[in-house]
């Protein structure tokens, strides 16, 4: 059939369609598709930012040659290095974090400081910035984002606090995402080369150089600038800060991308039921143009050509949607992430994830249009296929219910196969979870409908009878329904339970981290959460010994050390602390003899990720590639502590060495006895002086910073979980309530046997709540199990602690608002419809 020959007939039957089905069709396929389309969008747009920015600096380079700290190396090398073998031109870089004020007003940024040789790479935050030539500069550029955060105008002037210093600067242009395209959005300060090194105090220093090799000479610059490294500089590709973002952003991208593929499964399935609403509608136009002697082909194509047109107009309605949702509730949230790089907000949007969304909505649609074909041409006539019976409860139905329930048997048995064994594969086991549940949602439903139809007859009441009636009559839609309200509170049930118990595991480490003294003193910014950004620290010490309410002051130092592809965490607190490594953190080796040889010096302690980057057992010796290359002893191995990449502790003596550098990262406090957090906080704040570029905060709000930066990583599992049930409940009400109004011809026919609207009202309000309540009780069942599998798979992927429950209480809540909004929805069309008259039995 062509296709002017098939637009020619979907347009001469839309008048005579049924309109209710068809936009229930429409809205589930819509829900399903934007929730796969925030999801991603968010998910995506992260480490979107991070390559944008990069590029935005490299421009053309192929190599870097990197400082292992925060300090750098000196300049002075440059000259050397321009003049190697295979070189073309190079560009010095210096990053800091900072944090930026104005009026009260604040934000955490990276300070990027450049000269003009950074032109020569023609990276694009360069011809961006052109206009306020950066090379000359004794002023800072800020994106637009930052801009409005901190209200400031051009000519204002901002202070930048670095390094446990204080600099003002004015405000020479604010680039907007005209100049600076998504990277307006990303929290970066620019400025020259040489006012960052004043501001930092880092004069003469650089923390990065960028190398462009002569064309085919990439190899032969690499070379010799690892010869001129001596091993105490990082020689890599320009894109090695994607990889360490990727494997920092690993575990959220892996649990968020769980759920988005969770989210895209409960998409589909909404979008599949949805359509299988108009299954009964379908099969009477394939059996009215199989007596009408139209070929298979033709038959196949219209039925075809109809699924497409609905599936791509609701596929753009649901990204439209989906791109609303993405801005103002799935907005990115780089949470942790922030600490270890400058990562933006923009949303970013790929082709990719718009041909993931539109082709899940199309194969929805074409899915479930293949459910009334084969229906049809498996049955012995035209007109058999009509019938919709499939919750007869008379015995014919007995032995395709074993058969679901033996199919359902095994893949529950699959889901318990890679829960026990392979819990990375956690989606493949969701996904026969969620085949067993369907498949045993059937049999369980017709055991419902069976149960009233029999109980019905010991009651006098018409209600129960209507009811069942209704149930078995149209059991396709009774069984899209109960799927709906299945699905949705699974999916709730296994992801919100779920993320409750890795924030359950990670909320500890915040606690044990620092609980080990009485108030922290670090630089201002949340960047400087983990205590990484070092600074000069005698000053500020000596002010804080004088106060009364101080008993002692020690140096905590600590930083970001890349091993391999893995951006780790070094902690070195105090030789002398309490409790140098969270004994409840260790999970191999004795505590006891790990706390006595942290503190005895030559020895460390590395998370399970970065032994095994290392192949380190405990008790091996290692050599550490620190900015001064140090031998170390394993002491034991502990969890991440949260930090996904991994973490290595030693104490700050060893760390003193090792790095070359007596700077502080933080100042661990003890108060005199009797002196309150609360009041020694202020006692050292005083000490500080106003205006002081430090934090001063008790060990419970240093705590508090830690949970809030981990919730706000896991913020979107939370809303994944909470747009399941709300997309849900309507998913429900809008397919019940377009089916009530279709009835009024039946209804009328009950009026005329002498049955009131009170009664009609009722059977419809029983009929929805044993649709909803079997299948929200089924879905929920099925959800505990689905947080188990959640919860290994995410222990297993991400390394985080998890604690292990079982969320009863999430599972109940998910069930009784699914059902309370779907039946409070249906009432009210139930009630109009019922009051049609009874003389409408006669109408055509």
Known sequence: MSLRNLLWFWWRRFPHRAKHEELFALVGIAVGVALLFAAQVSNRSLGASVAKLTDGLV?????????????????????????????????????????????????????????????????????????????????????????????????????????????????AAILGANHLGPLSASPIVMTSLRFAQRATGLNGRVTRLY????????????????????????????????????????????????????????????????????????????????????????????????????????????????????????????????????????????????????????????AAALVPLAATY???????????????????????????????????????????????????????????????????????????????????????????????????????????????????????????????????????????????????????????????????????????????????????????DRRTWVIAPPRDATTPVPQSQIVEGNPADATARLREGGWAVASEAVAQQLGLTVGQRFRLDSPRPATLRLAAITTNFGWSPGVLVVNADDYRTAWGDGDASALQVRLSEGTLPAAGARAVERALGPGSPYAVQTASEREAGFRATTRAGLSRLQQVAALLVVAAALAIAAGTAATVWPRRARLADLKLVGIGAGSLWRAQLLESSILVITGAAVGAAFGLYGQQLLDRALNSVTGFPVVHTLGVTSALASLGIVTAVALLVVAIPGWWATRVPASAAFDD
């Open 59 to 171: 421009g053309d380079a192929q190599l870097q040659l990197k400082a292992r700290d925060a300090r750098g190396f000196a300049e002075s090398m440059i000259p050397a290095i321009e003049r190697l073998d295979g070189i073309r031109a190079v560009a010095p870089v210096l990053e800091a974090h900072a944090n930026v004020v104005r009026d009260g007003r604040e934000r955490s940024v990276t300070l990027l400081a450049a000269d003009a040789r950074l032109a020569h790479l023609g990276g694009s935050l360069v011809r961006g910035a052109a206009a306020v030539r950066l090379d000359r500069l004794d002023a800072v550029v800020l994106p637009a984002d930052v801009g409005r955060t901190l209200t400031a105008a051009v000519g204002e002037t901002v202070a930048i606090q670095t390094r446990g210093r204080k600099v003002d600067a004015p405000v």
């Open 378 to 564: 498996r049955s012995r006539g035209p007109m058999d296929a009509i019938d919709d019976d499939g919750l007869d409860p008379g015995r014919r139905m007995l032995a395709p219910r074993r058969r679901l329930l033996l199919t359902g048997l095994g893949c529950l048995l699959a889901t318990t196969a890679i829960l026990a064994f392979t819990p990375a594969a956690a989606l493949a086991g969701m996904a026969t979870l969620v085949a067993a549940m369907l498949l045993w949602l059937g049999p369980l439903l017709g055991f419902v409908v069976t149960a009233l139809h029999r109980f019905q007859r010991r009651l006098a009441s018409v209600v129960p009878t209507i009811a069942s009636g209704e149930l078995i009559a149209a059991s396709t839609r009774s069984m899209a329904i109960s799927a709906i309200a299945a699905i949705a509170v699974f999916g709730t049930t296994s992801i919100e339970g779920a993320r409750v118990d890795l924030q359950r595991g990670l909320d500890p480490n915040a606690r044990e981290l620092t609980e080990v003294t009485d108030v922290w003193v670090s630089p201002r910014g949340d960047a400087n959460l983990l205590a990484t950004s070092p600074f000069p620290a005698r000053l500020a010490t000596e002010r804080i010994r004088r106060s009364p309410a101080v008993m002692s002051v020690s140096v905590y130092r600590g930083a970001f050390l890349d091993i391999g």
């Open 211 to 366: 190398v462009l090799a002569e064309a085919g000479q990439s190899e032969l610059a690499r070379s010799h600038l690892e010869r001129f490294a001596r091993g105490r500089l990082d020689v890599l590709p320009v894109a090695h800060d994607e990889r360490v973002f990727a494997q920092l952003s690993m575990p959220s991208d892996s649990s968020t991308s769980l759920f988005a593929g969770i989210s895209a499964l409960v998409g589909f399935l909404f979008a599949f039921n949805a359509m299988l609403m108009m299954a009964r509608e379908r099969r009477g136009l394939i059996a009215e143009m199989r007596m009408s002697g139209f070929r298979a082909s033709a038959v196949v194509q219209v039925i075809l050509f109809d699924a497409l047109v609905l599936g791509a107009g609701a596929s753009a309605l649901g990204i439209a949607i989906g791109n609303l949702l993405s801005k103002g509730v799935f907005e990115p949230d780089p949470g942790y992430l922030a600490i270890a790089f400058p990562i933006g907000t923009a949303r970013v949007i790929e082709p990719a994830t718009v041909a993931l969304a539109l082709g899940a909505g199309m194969l929805a649609a074409l």
